[in-house]
Each structure stands twice: as C-alpha cells, then as structure tokens.
C-alpha cells in the first residue's frame, strides 16, 4: 500500500512537471512573438537607422464626404504639430461658404493629460477636457505615444497583400479594454502601416474603422511617410486626408502647446 502511495505520488508529480514545462515552452513561443511584433511597431518611420520621429508638422487638406451631394467636400485646412510623446497641436482654418463659420479658425492643443478647444469667437477656451490616450486619425498609426501602450500585446497574425505591398498584420490587443483593440498591416521594407483596422463605439453602437494609408512618399531624412489617408466607418469612405507639406524632427518649442491666454476675438 505504501509502494502504491509513493507511485501514485510521483505520477503526480512528473504530470505537473510535464503542464509547467509545456507552459513554459508555450511562453516561451508567445513571447518573441509578442516581442518582435511590438519592435515592428516601435520601429515604424525608421529605416536604416533614421532617428525616430521626435517632432512633426503637417499641412494637410481634410475632405469629408457630402451625402447631400454625394462627393467629397473641402471641409477644413489643417495645420498639425506634435511633439514627442503625446504632445498634439491641430490649427484648423474652417472651409464653410456662405456658413457663419467660414475661414474662422478653430485650435485643439492636447498635452497627454488635457485637451483644449478654442474658436477665433466667443469666449476661449470654449471647451476642456481630458486627453483620451488615442492618437488622432488624421496622423498616420503610432506617432502619438502614450503609457498604456506599454501593456498592451503585439501578436503577429500573418501575411496580408495590401494594394499589391506584402505586408505583416500585428494583432494588438488591451487587456484592460476589450473595444481597444486594432490590427495594423506593416510595411516592413518601408516600415510604414499600409491599413489600420480598429473599432469605434459611439452611442452604444459598434462603429468598425478602416483607414488606407497611401501615396508614400520618402521625406529628405531619409524615412518613408504617407501623404493620403482614406477613413472608412462600416465600409463607407467617409473622410479623406492629403498631406501637402511634411517637416520631421524640426525642433518645436514646448511653448507651442501651452495653453492659449491671449487669443483674440474676431
């Protein structure tokens, strides 16, 4: 009966030695994965040793589209300035003919904590609010920095052809937020995202997001960028984005995204 005991005891043991090697090796595969998709995305904007993007302006043209006249329509001129990690600054001169808010120009300033709105009439600031960690659509996919980034995971799903670009689609997924979840389609020679496939939850309604990142284009340093960005709600192209100047690591002052006290009705 001891013999037994013992038998059975050690049985035991070399199963659970067994679940927790096989646990470990299983760790093991999963993490480079998770590893080597976050370099991918890190990593995005720096070819051949290119410094990572530490600043950023872009002069852009937002298109939005008209179901009235079923087209695209001029809706602002935009003027965006980042600094690293999350600083965000989006001058904007409103294109509304014959509307009250025509060629008025409308300033966002975001700072990583709090975001605010000003409009050139009325009382500024004319809004206040928290900065969500999400970086704007209107810049390209992982330019915008936040902490939470760090405890999200990176799972390289595969291979994708995206308008005839072989790219690598990264799964990343926020364990703390089950609607946080994206996947970015990469391209690895240019290390650029081509798509970006995320979800977007607005009054209870699931709201599935594409967005084309098109026209790459090399920038003098040396880094390749996208100057079109195309924005799909639910299949429907809704808003479309074209760069018309692009200045990377240009030395922004902090002082560009204080918060304005001295802005002037008009």
């Known amino acids: 009966m001891e ?16 679940i927790i090697c096989i646990g470990a090796v299983s760790a093991a595969w999963a993490q480079p ?39 695209f329509a001029l809706g602002s001129k935009d003027k965006i300035y980042y600094k690293y990690p999350n600083k965000l600054r989006i001058d904007s001169v409103i294109n509304d003919p014959g509307g009250p808010m025509d060629q008025k120009e409308a300033i966002i300033i975001r700072d990583g904590v709090n975001a ?6 009325g009382q500024y600031p004319v809004k206040k609010a928290l900065d969500l960690p999400s ?36 799964f990343i997924e926020n364990p703390q937020d089950e609607t946080d979840n994206k996947t970015v ?16 939850i607005s009054d209870k309604e699931k709201i599935l997001v594409r967005v084309d990142y098109s026209d790459i284009e090399k920038l003098q ?13 639910n299949d429907v192209h809704k808003k479309m984005r074209v760069y018309k100047g692009i200045q990377a690591n240009c030395g922004l002052d902090d002082s560009m995204f204080d918060q304005m006290k001295g802005f002037v009705n008009q």
């Not at 995005?44 to 008209?66: K, Q």
């Not at 052809?161 to 072989?166: D, H, K, M, Q, S």
């Not at 040396?222 to 924005?231: E, H, T």
């Open 3 to 18: 013999a037994k005991k013992w038998s059975k005891l050690l049985q035991l043991c070399v199963s659970a030695i067994v």
């Open 221 to 233: 340093d040396g880094r390749y960028f996208p100057k079109k960005i195309d924005i799909f709600e």
């Open 33 to 71: 994965n998770n590893v080597q998709g976050r370099q991918m995305v890190e990593q995005l904007y720096t070819p051949n040793g290119v410094m990572p993007i530490r600043d950023l302006v872009v002069e852009l043209e937002c298109y939005n589209f008209s179901s009235e006249t079923n087209s």
């Open 116 to 121: 605010w709105h000003y409009i050139s009439m």
């Open 185 to 200: 389609y990469i391209d690895t020679k240019r290390q650029v995202p081509l798509r970006l496939d995320a979800l977007r």
């Open 135 to 170: 970086g704007t659509l209107n810049l390209p996919f992982n330019i915008q920095k936040y902490p939470i980034d760090a405890n999200k995971n990176y799972t390289i799903k595969g291979k994708k052809t995206i308008a005839g670009v072989e790219t690598v689609e990264i």
